[in-house]
């Protein structure tokens, strides 16, 4: 067990560290204050892991302002991608959106201003026949066949350079290459269009104005449409629908509760006429290397799969692992004024080595997760200042970089990483990758510059624990993990076994000895008390006899 002097010298450490901490905290002139949370959930104070890098706008960029961006998106060869949602360009007075490219360095490298069908005739055919058949409204047909944009929502870009982006007022999502018109205009080389399924598959009631667009390695393309429940609506790469994708649970609620007992006892008549539950839709999704979809539900009604990671048959992995029970956002729900405020995920992004980043749209502030969804950093808060937001519309990252999208600023955030935060990181990574030994040095350095910062210890608590050094692995896991500490018991009782078993075989085996012997001497106390008493029963009988 942990001796007194280990424990003076951790508490010694300690002490040191929180000096250091109350004069580091402030990390530069960053507008908002360090934190986190530890085991019991409560918020302490922490070391910023990201600080503002620089704030980029359309002036930056050369094409004017930004009208209310509503997504960024950056490939794998770097480039930015910007969906400008209510941009109003001078080519057509209809015109509402545009997609701005730019490399890593925000240096512009062209907008697209509108597509171009000229190779997809086959499908501009197949629109028409089915305008002269009736089984497409004009009002459809001129939507979904419109060369300009009608509110870009969201944007994505594949493996091969292809850009698909949804189109949100006009009923589609176009995937196109980028292109450069004979006058210096950007436009895009559509490929092929996704529009609204068959009446026969989807509900002819429901609207189709998709929001977000991602892609999978095999070409799935996969829509969110914010007034569907049930998961994202999924298309082949030729633009047949294959279904839904990632439906979230109806959470148990005391009125689903008493539903599902009344069903039990209504007849179906009077089922139908009951009030449906129905689960709340998606509101935004990313996907990783390994092709699984992160969603994410951007609600205060539930808290119900706040975020999801998806395999290819839609099963969230992280139920199996008990990640979905976690608390994602702010812990703390706030009320001031009348009003009650709770974290609202709208966005997610999935960085390197697994990292999670989760915008929160009622606080501003993003949320760091590492890939088992432990608490990384927060870091952003709502205000004017740089580094602070109005409303944030998305989230992405491109190496240690986090970018933060406000539509109402009409700006990009670029976040770098600190010296604190690179620590971590750099430990997180080791750990990973099996290098427990190396994990420590960066784990310790975290919490010598912060002895707040919890995850430290359950770090070096691991460490220690996969290094069978379990006596110093319970000093780390005490106040920070009861799984990792019963772990380390374990581990603990273990070898503590094995190392005393001689003497724990002595003691058996003298015990059981002495049990033996006594057991013996009890036995012939007994004997002879017996034979006493069998002796002076026979005397007094004898002398009855004689009498």
């Known amino acids: 067990m942990p001796s007194i002097k280990r424990i003076a010298v951790r508490a010694a450490a300690a002490v040191m560290a929180a000096v250091t901490l109350c004069t580091s905290v402030a990390y530069a002139d960053e507008p908002y204050d360090g934190y986190n949370y530890d085991w019991w959930g409560d918020p302490v104070p922490s070391q ?8 980029v706008t359309g002036a930056d960029l050369g094409i004017g302002s930004l009208s209310e961006p509503g997504d960024i998106f950056i490939s794998k060869s770097q480039q930015i991608f910007i969906a400008d949602t209510a941009y109003k360009g001078t080519l057509d007075p209809n015109m509402k959106g545009r997609v701005v490219i730019a ?6 490298i062209n907008t697209i201003e509108y597509v171009d069908f000229s190779e997809a005739q086959e499908w501009i055919s197949e629109q028409d026949e089915m305008l002269a058949a009736g089984t497409l409204s004009a009002t459809d047909h001129k939507k979904i066949t419109n060369k300009y944009f009608n509110g870009v929502t969201g944007v994505f870009v594949d493996d091969d350079d292809m850009i698909y982006v949804a189109d949100n007022a006009n009923d589609r999502v176009v995937a196109f290459f980028a292109e450069t018109d004979a006058n210096g205009v950007g436009y895009g080389r559509v490929v092929q269009v996704y529009t609204r399924p068959d009446a026969d598959v989807y509900d002819a009631s429901t ?12 070409k799935n393309v996969y829509v969110c449409i914010k007034t569907i429940t049930k998961g994202a609506v999924v298309f082949s790469r030729e633009g047949e629908f294959n279904g839904y994708y990632g439906a979230n649970r109806v959470e148990a609620t005391a009125d689903v509760l008493m539903n599902a007992f009344w069903k039990l006892i209504f007849n179906r008549e009077q089922v139908k006429k009951m009030q449906r539950n129905v689960p709340v839709e998606i509101s935004n999704f990313d996907i990783d290397e390994e092709n699984f979809i992160y969603t994410v539900t951007e609600t205060k009604s539930t808290e119900t799969d706040i975020i999801k990671k998806l395999n290819s048959a839609g099963t969230n992995i992280f139920n199996n692992l008990g990640y979905a029970d976690y608390t994602f956002g702010d812990f703390l729900t706030k009320y001031y004024r009348g009003k009650t405020y709770s974290s609202r995920i709208t966005d997610v992004d999935i960085g390197e080595n697994g990292v999670i980043n989760l915008l929160d749209l009622e606080t501003g502030r993003v949320f760091q997760y590492d890939n088992e969804c432990n608490l990384l950093f927060i870091f952003g808060g709502k205000g004017s200042q740089k580094g602070t937001f109005t409303i944030v519309n998305a989230v992405e990252s491109m190496g240690t970089n986090v970018y933060v999208l406000d539509g109402r600023k009409a700006s990009i955030t670029v976040f770098k990483q600190t010296e604190f935060g690179a620590i971590v990181h750099d430990a997180i990574s080791l750990f ?9 040095e960066p784990w310790e350095e975290a919490l010598r510059r912060d002895s707040n910062y919890w995850l430290a210890y359950i770090g070096l608590g691991n460490a220690y624990l996969n290094q069978g050094e379990y006596e110093e692995a319970m000093d780390y896991f005490m106040y920070n993990s009861k799984t990792g500490y019963n772990d380390a018991f374990k581990g603990w009782r273990m070898d503590f076994v094995r190392d005393n078993f001689t003497l724990f075989a002595v003691i058996i085996v003298g015990g059981l000895a002495l049990i033996y012997l006594i057991a013996s001497i009890r036995g012939k106390q007994r004997a002879k008390k017996r034979a006493e008493a069998e002796r002076l029963f026979k005397e007094q009988n004898k002398g ?3 009498v």
């Open 103 to 108: 490399d890593k360095d925000f240096n512009l």
């Open 48 to 55: 910023n892991g990201y600080v503002v890098d620089k704030v």
């Open 432 to 440: 990973n990758k099996g290098k427990y030994e190396e994990a420590r």
């Open 544 to 546: 009855r006899e004689d």
């Open 207 to 218: 609207t189709f104005n998709p929001s977000k667009v991602i892609v999978d390695a095999a």
